[in-house]
Structure formats: C-alpha cells, structure tokens
C-alpha cells in the first residue's frame, strides 16, 4: 500500500503519543518536560486538522484514513488524559465520561458500517474535539492565574461538549439500533 501525506501525518500522530507520554509521566528535563509534553501535543493536534484537510483537499481520502484518523485522535486525547489523571491535574470521572462516550460512538459506527451506513462527524463531534485538545494543552502546561479558571472553564466545556455531541449522534443515527430483519 503506497502511503500518501495524510496518511504519513496519522502514523506520525500515533508515534507521537508514547513519546508524549514519556514526557508527561518521567522525570526527564525536570520542569521543562511539560513544555516538551504540550509541545508535542500541539503539534500532534495539527496533524489532526492538516491531514483531514489535505485528504479532502487532494481527493487522497483512503479506508485506511478513515479507520486510522479517527482511533490517532482518541489514541492521543484520552492518552493525555490518562496522564492527567495520574498527575492529580483531571478528575477520573470526567475522563470516564469521555472515554466512555467515545467507546459507545465506536460501537454505534460498527453497528452502522455492518449496515452499510456511513456516520459522519457532527460539528458537535468536532466542537468537542477542539475543546478536549485545549483542555488538555491548558492543563498540560500548568500556566496558573487567569489560566487556572480557563482549565476550570474548558475542563466543563468539554464535558459538557461530550455529553451533546453523544446525544447528537445518538439522536440523529437511532435507526441504526432498530433491528432490520
């Protein structure tokens, strides 16, 4: 299989993630490792919006890319929330919520693939995407002040986010369910 530039920027997402793991959760640059850890993360979050774009862009839209961008994306997001979790930064539960909601979204596209229903992104699903990103980078660089109550802010926002956009997709796609004999 010949790998084109969208497809190059997912594999590169998901290598990303272990090495913003490490450091997220080693002490290795002592202080600056969250700089290095949300730098990497932003980084891989571009890729996130440029390979969509270029796929679309140059009509280079591939099953693999539909497969693989989508499961990079959860790879990175809840890989950082599981760090921050472990770092006392993001409660559990809302990171159970969110995971949660991505596994029954997960299910619900199977679901309607074996179907032959295609689901496609909501702007709900994209709105709480982007605010789960700057959740994450708010509360990986740790800035304090002012910035303290925005990570209070986006920490609601994407929850809450979380919450309609699973309503959404349920609610627009509930024929999926219904059993078709």
Known sequence: MKMNTPNCLTILRVLMVPVFVVFMLADI???????????????????????????????????FGKFMDPLADKLLVC?????????????????IVIVSREFIISGFRLVA???????AASYW?????????IMVILLVFDLGGVFGTLEQIFIYLALILTVVSLADYIWKNIDVLKDVH
């Open 79 to 95: 890989a950082a929330m599981i760090c921050l979790v472990e770092l006392g930064r993001l409660p559990g539960w809302i990171v």
């Open 113 to 119: 693939a074996e179907r032959g229903v295609v689901i």
């Open 125 to 133: 699903g994209k709105f709480k995407t982007v605010s789960q990103m």
């Open 29 to 63: 640059l002592g202080p600056g490792d969250k700089y290095v850890a949300g730098t990497l993360f932003i980084l891989a979050s571009l890729t996130d919006m440029l390979d969509g774009y270029l796929a679309r862009k140059n009509n280079q839209v591939t099953v």
